[in-house]
């Protein structure tokens, strides 16, 4: 169950947690129309703010709609809302949703709406130190003309969402999606890497959400001297890889330990990033 703080914004102020609620007319409600971000605070210091709120006006652009806040006032509304809930290592999940003044598809006559809300959130997966477990997904990452691929919009986790509830039900931590062409894209809610004879590989994010972890984990590897490539990964090479290893603010850097009914090692490149990006997140 959630761990719940006292306070949550919406709309230019801090209200009761309890308070925070919609109307049930909510456009995004009915059809998916609103973006969203995941960031994680450590000792107080949010990791990328200002990626992640960028990030959540690109996925508005995206979606047809300017957010009503600059990035430089959702940084100061974050860092505010963590002081009022006296929290320092937390989740905080930011959110642009469309009102309830039309009902129909169109979103554009609705109002534009925006909160955040933060908690403790120690870990997305269960944390034994064993690896987690993925299985193979039943639904594909569309293509770039099917649906706003590149957006974290809310309707697109539809399919995430089934690929988790099939994942836990079987006895997995989560699921890996391929894309439409067949190749590995990434997990319902964190991206992949593969190593293979010491060469690290991350799959083209053209089709799904290119991670801000992602992003970190490809700096720290290039700081690092390991080899770096980026490309389509068939599910035939991830299973011939050394190591597997998943990134996500939420998920943080996790090793892989099955695909499907193929174990993988926990290997010294993966325990090296998760260590690294663990000293990352936390420098002052
Ligand atoms: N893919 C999906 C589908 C996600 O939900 C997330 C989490 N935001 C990621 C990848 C990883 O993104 P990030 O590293 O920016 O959290």
Request: aromatic share 10%.
């Amino acid at each position: 169950m959630i761990d719940k703080s006292e306070f949550i914004w919406i709309d230019g102020k801090f209200i009761p947690w309890e308070e925070a609620n919609v109307h049930i007319l909510t456009h995004t409600l009915h059809y998916g129309s609103g973006v969203f971000e995941g960031e994680r605070a450590y000792g107080g210091k949010i990791f990328k703010m200002t990626e992640h709120h960028q990030r959540l006006h690109d996925s508005a652009a995206i979606l047809d709609f300017k957010i009503p806040y600059s990035v430089q006032e959702l940084n100061q509304v974050a860092e505010e809302l963590l002081k009022r809930n006296h929290l320092l290592d937390a989740y905080l999940r930011p959110i642009a949703w469309h009102g309830n003044e039309a009902v129909g598809v169109c979103s554009l006559k609705t109002s534009v709406h925006v909160g955040m809300a933060t908690w403790v959130w120690h870990s997305y997966f269960p944390l034994d130190h064993k690896g987690i477990k993925l299985m193979w997904a039943e639904w594909l990452r569309p293509a770039p003309n099917m649906a706003p691929v590149l957006a974290k919009a809310n309707g697109q986790y539809i399919t995430n969402t089934l690929c988790k509830n099939k994942a836990e039900l079987m006895g997995f931590h989560d699921a890996l999606m391929l894309d439409y062409r067949g190749y590995v894209a990434e997990c319902t809610g964190s991206n992949i890497f593969m190593v293979k004879n010491g060469v690290l590989y991350t799959p083209i994010a053209d089709c799904f959400l290119k991670g801000i972890t992602r992003q970190a984990i490809v700096e720290l590897a290039k700081a690092s001297q390991i080899p770096f490539v980026e490309k389509y990964i068939l599910p035939s090479e991830i299973l011939l890889a050394d190591e597997v290893f998943i990134t996500g603010t939420a998920a943080e850097v996790q090793p892989v330990v099955q695909i499907g009914n193929q174990e993988f090692q926990q290997g010294p490149i993966a325990l090296d990033l998760m260590k690294q990006y663990r000293d990352l997140v936390r420098k002052p």
